[in-house]
């Protein structure tokens, strides 16, 4: 996620031709190469809202700016755009941007467009909803989100880092150091798992997914208390139970 100006991304995106529009609910794709497939992955970017509202417990209805999809045909044309546009994305296979006027992502069609666009496009739900989120919630859910609903939310590569490490003793985790990172250019591969895990861990029970809930709906409040301090005061000392969590989700994955 990045949330910066896209002027001229949109510009780039202008110079590259005419691109049809497919519109559903919130979901606007721009796609210079249209193909049927492409209506299957907007229902599933529209049904996408729904899983997010259920599985958290809140409501994103209420917000219903356009999350503008860019959708280029291959990953040679988006590289193509991207070096043009903006040095910070030329390694990544997509990417969302937040403006003042407009929630844009940007991705290409290829093997994995439908777990990069689920990433994406749930920063655009969120941040239509909860405009002043922490970063690592943000990137949190969206790696949650991102695998394919039948994974129930455990995303494998995740899983699989952080097993390793903790094994040998390599991390612990620790919310406080995460929720003090806010330039997204500063999160490593473990701080993006160590995220996903936190927010696994939240989501699955009824106290945590109610934490996770009041902590977005009073994202961005003067007298917001931090992530860390609230788990603390309503769960206790999760260090031990997040580190279990992950050994059961290991077992059963
Ligand atoms: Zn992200």
Redesign the pocket.
């Known amino acids: ?1 990045d949330s910066i100006g896209n002027a001229l991304l949109l510009d780039g995106v202008a110079a590259s031709g005419e691109p049809q529009v497919l519109v559903k609910d919130q979901i606007r794709v721009h796609a210079l190469s249209p193909n049927p497939a492409q209506n299957l992955l907007i229902d599933e970017l529209v049904e996408l809202k729904t899983e997010i509202e259920s599985k958290v417990g809140v409501a994103l209805s209420s917000a219903s700016k356009p999350i503008d999809v860019y959708l280029f045909k291959d990953e040679l044309s988006f590289r193509e755009f991207t070096a043009q546009s903006n040095a910070i994305f030329s390694d990544r296979r997509a ?2 941007v937040r403006s003042k006027d407009a929630l844009s992502v940007y991705g290409f069609w290829g093997m994995r467009v439908a777990e990069d666009l689920r ?2 496009v ?2 655009g739900y969120l941040h239509a909803a909860f405009p002043q989120l922490d970063l690592w919630v ?2 949190g859910l ?2 949650y989100f991102e695998v394919n609903p039948d994974a129930r939310g455990v995303n494998s590569a995740h899983v699989r880092l952080l097993g390793e490490l903790a094994q040998n003793r390599n991390w612990r985790p620790s919310l406080q150091r995460l929720e003090s990172i806010t330039d ?1 250019t500063q999160l490593t591969q473990i701080d ?1 798992a160590e995220s996903w895990l936190w927010v696994h861990f939240l989501i699955s029970s009824p106290m945590g997914k109610e934490v996770l809930k009041t902590g977005l709906v009073s994202a961005g409040s003067v007298d917001r208390v931090p992530w860390s301090v609230e788990i603390q005061r309503l769960m206790g000392n999760v260090e031990q139970p997040l580190l279990e969590h992950l050994t059961q989700v290991t077992q059963h994955r």
């Open positions: 996620m990417f969302f990433h994406e749930t920063h943000d990137e969206a790696e997204p993006y």
